[in-house]
């Protein structure tokens, strides 16, 4: 399999920017638009939504690697069955596949690919800006997980929290979410975690977010949670592994990847904020000294 086969489309049409026309772009910022749901349609209707002609459709899946229309939208269906296939499902398919090899060694090859192809995904001018704007105390930050995501959001949260003021991780129970609405305005930010099976509350309460100004930073997979479309950063990454369950290897790497730049590029405040923590455990007496 060629490195190209193993993106998702959204990825390939990202990756191939560069090399299409102006028309051609004007297709793939349609598609990416509201992806999956923008391609799903006849190649007709996916070129009268980008106000594009039906060859230009044609000539840019088959930029893209594809045969043609009809090859591209059978890939396409096999994505959206990767995204909603269920724990049983995924353990079934990776056992009826696995080789010989150690479970160790297969995990540690998936998690290098995973950790490969999700980097050459991310503009580093990208990331930089997202750093800046976490490093910012003039607003807000906000952090949400779901029912898997929830350990990220926690991690993340427990290191901002230190680094800077204003840090908020919402509750466990959507339920409660909009009283945090309240507290949330225009410039504020939001860093939110779904991945496949995406959650409704999450993608509802992140669509009333930018409603209401706030910034979404979103952490995804390869294949993109519905919430990208009200997001203003998005990072796809790779989460398949050998097992029922995704992996959070990746995320969790690029988590802490953004807590490290956000720690340097604030450390005058974070020092400051770091000896009155540690001087707080002293008198509160949290850790055993050993004196």
């Known amino acids: 399999m060629t490195e190209k086969t193993t993106q998702t489309l ?26 999956p749901v923008s391609c799903l349609s006849s190649i007709t209707g996916v ?12 000539r840019m899946v088959k930029k893209l690697g594809f045969a043609g229309f009809p090859d591209f939208q059978n890939t396409l269906h096999s994505e959206l069955e990767e995204q909603i296939t269920n724990p049983i499902a995924k353990f079934n398919r990776w056992s009826e596949n696995a080789s010989d090899t150690h479970i160790l060694n297969r995990f540690t090859e998936t998690v290098i690919k995973n ?28 952090i949400v997980g779901g029912r898997i995501t929830s350990s990220l959001a926690d991690y993340f949260f427990n290191h901002m929290q230190m ?46 977010a930018k409603s209401r100004g706030v910034r979404v930073i979103l952490l ?10 009200y997001s203003e950063h ?20 690029i988590l802490e990847a953004i807590i490290s730049a956000v720690q340097t590029e604030m450390w005058d405040e974070t020092k400051d ?19």
């Open 10 to 35: 959204a990825e390939r049409i990202r990756t191939s920017f560069d090399d299409l026309t102006p028309t051609e772009r004007k297709l793939a910022n349609s598609m990416l638009q509201n992806y």
């Open 273 to 291: 904020r770091m000896k009155d923590l540690e001087a707080l455990f002293d008198e509160t007496k949290l850790f055993k000294k050993f004196i």
């Open 47 to 58: 070129a009268a939504a980008a106000e594009v002609s039906t060859p230009t459709v044609v």
């Open 220 to 229: 995804t997979d390869q294949w993109g949670s519905p919430a990208a479309k």
């Open 163 to 208: 680094i800077r003021k204003g840090v908020f991780r919402l509750g466990a129970n959507p339920s409660r979410w909009p009283h945090y609405l309240l507290n949330m305005g225009e410039g504020d930010l939001l860093v939110a975690f779904d991945v496949r099976r995406y959650e409704e509350n999450l993608l509802t309460f992140c669509k009333i």
């Open 234 to 253: 998005v990072f796809n990454l790779r989460i398949e592994a050998p097992s029922a369950w995704d992996s959070s290897v990746v995320p969790l790497f």
């Open 115 to 142: 950790l490969d192809q999700s980097l050459k995904q991310i503009d580093p001018n990208h990331f930089d800006e997202v750093v800046k704007t976490l490093s910012s105390e003039e607003h807000t930050l906000h």
